[in-house]
Structure formats: C-alpha cells, structure tokens
T-cell receptor
Framework: RKEVEQDPGPFNVPEGATVAFNCTYS??????FFWYRQDCRKEPKLLMS???SGNEDGRFTAQLNRASQYISLLIRDSKLSDSATYLC???????????FGAGTRLAVHP | ETGVTQTPRHLVMGMTNKKSLKCEQH?????MYWYKQSAKKPLELMFV???????ENNSVPSRFSPECPNSSHLFLHLHTLQPEDSALYLC??????????????FGSGTRLTVV
C-alpha cells in the first residue's frame, strides 16, 4: 500500500457545487495531516491542517478518520479560483518529514 | 524580504555542466528540505537538514550534492545530470523539526531542464 493515496481526478464541477476529495494513508502512527493546494507550475501552498477529528475554515472542511486511516477535504460553493491540484500530506518519520500524495485535480467551470 | 526564496527560477543546463540551486529562508525556521517534482509524479523528498546538519539522504544519486552553510541557506549542487533529472526542484522550511503540527513553507521552485 502506498504511504498516501489520492484519486487523481480530474473533478470537473460547476461554480457553486460542493465537492469532496478523499485520501488514505498507511502510517497509523501519524498524528497531524495537511491539505496543500498547488496551482499549475507553482509551488504548493498550505491550505489546512488537521490534528483531531476535523477542521473548518470558511468554505473548506477537512475531516480525519483515524480508524479507517483516511482524510477528506470538502469544498462548498466552489469558485472558479478553486481550480487547482489538492495535495494530501502525511508526516512520516522524524524531522517533520512530509509525504505528499500525487494530488487530486479540480476544475471549476462557469 | 520574507518567506522562502529560490534562485534561479529557471535553469537549462547541459549534461556536462555544473550548476547550483540556492534557497534562502527568512522565517527563523530550523529545518530545510529539498524536494523534486517530476511531471505527473508526486513530490519526492530528496534531503532533510535540521540545524544545518544533514539528517536524511533519501537514496539520491551523488550527482546531487546538498550544502547547508547556516540555518538560513541551502544549496543543491548539480553535476553531470541526466535528461531524466529535468523537474521542478522545491525547497521548503519548517518551523521546528521536532514538531509535526507545522506544515512547510515552500519556495517558488527552480524549473530545471537538462539537455
């Protein structure tokens, strides 16, 4: 099993839609998790952190299910500017090493 | 200047050339990382530096040679690269290597093309 697995998409949704991405991880000892956003040919940027059961920030909600070892990201009322690749990120080992998933691509259309 | 700065933004080099990538962070972070991102692939961890000491070399070929002269600067020296080394090279820093609840701050990356 890969350390971090994501559905690559793409998810093509209209503006205003609600869309959810899932991510599974293999290291049951991981404590905190992250969602990053990466625009085309740009660096990844931190979107949200998830430490306990979940976290909400405006239109974005991240949830964590430790028993099933998956993390989800929910985006409500999608905007055109939400179009990007969303990376699921899991710590692995010491020195704050982070393992990145391959990403899920989202395309929001008018 | 704040954040993580990488130079150059773009680099084209021949297989016999020697070049260096530079990364500088002004955030007071104590850990720095090099990642490689090839087309259609996830980010791959290359090197980890904690307090200027290399703590991980993730099976990276010796044609890539990192250097961390102080906690604010990180270099990646390149020599005799192969075309398959063409990729986006990303530098990142984290606030505290002992804590896993901080994410990374990334630089803008160097897009490397080996010809």
């Amino acid at each position: 099993r890969k350390e971090v697995e994501q559905d690559p998409g793409p998810f093509n949704v209209p503006e205003g839609a609600t869309v959810a991405f899932n991510c599974t991880y293999s290291n049951s000892a991981s404590q905190s998790f992250f969602w990053y956003r990466q625009d085309c040919r740009k660096e990844p940027k931190l979107l949200m952190s998830v430490y306990s059961s979940g976290n909400e920030d405006g239109r974005f909600t991240a949830q964590l299910n430790r028993a099933s070892q998956y993390i989800s990201l929910l985006i409500r009322d999608s905007k055109l500017s939400d179009s990007a690749t969303y990376l699921c990120v899991v710590p692995s080992g010491g020195y704050n090493k982070l393992i990145f998933g391959a990403g899920t691509r989202l395309a929001v259309h008018p | 200047e704040t954040g993580v700065t990488q130079t150059p933004r773009h680099l084209v080099m021949g297989m016999t050339n020697k070049k260096s990538l530079k990364c500088e962070q002004h955030l007071g972070h104590n850990a720095m990382y090099w990642y490689k991102q090839s087309a259609k692939k996830p980010l791959e961890l290359m090197f980890v530096y904690s307090l200027e000491e290399r703590v991980e070399n993730n099976s990276v070929p010796s044609r890539f040679s990192p250097e961390c002269p102080n906690s604010s600067h990180l270099f990646l020296h390149l020599h005799t690269l192969q075309p398959e080394d063409s990729a986006l090279y990303l530098c990142a820093s984290s606030q505290d290597w002992r804590a896993t609840n901080y994410g990374y701050t990334f630089g803008s990356g160097t897009r490397l093309t080996v010809v």
